[in-house]
């Protein structure tokens, strides 16, 4: 059965910093596109990053690019995402997903596999 399972979410300052996991199981992740949503109170769901399933690809959402970084262990077969200078608006559920192809997509609906979310806030 293929699962996805966050974790690494929490309290943060503003210009802190965070890793979040997203630990698989019942599939290889060199199959599968890899991607991190986030849902702010109110707000529709958004693209964060993904990874391709070549490990190498990365795309990010134009407004995070050079704080957020994508990365995967396929060994520990857990894909991560550094977050770095943490703002307020970045507060949200943090979720992972995996789609079977080899190409990234910012798009929720194009994934089929979801993980149960993380709560990040970031709050003095």
């Known amino acids: 059965q293929l699962q996805l399972v966050e974790s690494g979410g929490g309290l943060a300052q503003p210009g802190g910093s965070l890793r979040l996991s997203c630990a698989a199981s019942?599939?290889?992740?060199?199959?599968?596109?890899t991607g991190w949503f986030r849902q702010a109170p109110g707000k529709e769901r958004e693209g964060v990053s993904c990874i391709g399933s070549s490990g190498v690809s990365t795309n990010y959402a134009d407004s995070l690019k050079g704080r957020f970084t994508i990365s995967r262990d396929d060994a520990k077969k857990t894909v991560y995402l550094q977050m770095n200078d943490l703002k307020p608006e970045d507060t949200g559920i943090y979720y992972c997903?995996?789609?079977?192809?080899?190409?990234?997509?910012?798009?929720?609906?194009?994934?089929?596999?979801w993980g149960q979310g993380t709560q990040v806030t970031v709050s003095s």
């Open positions: 019942g599939f290889a992740l060199d199959y599968y596109v």
């Open positions: 997903a995996a789609r079977r192809y080899y190409k990234c997509s910012g798009h929720g609906r194009e994934y089929d596999y």
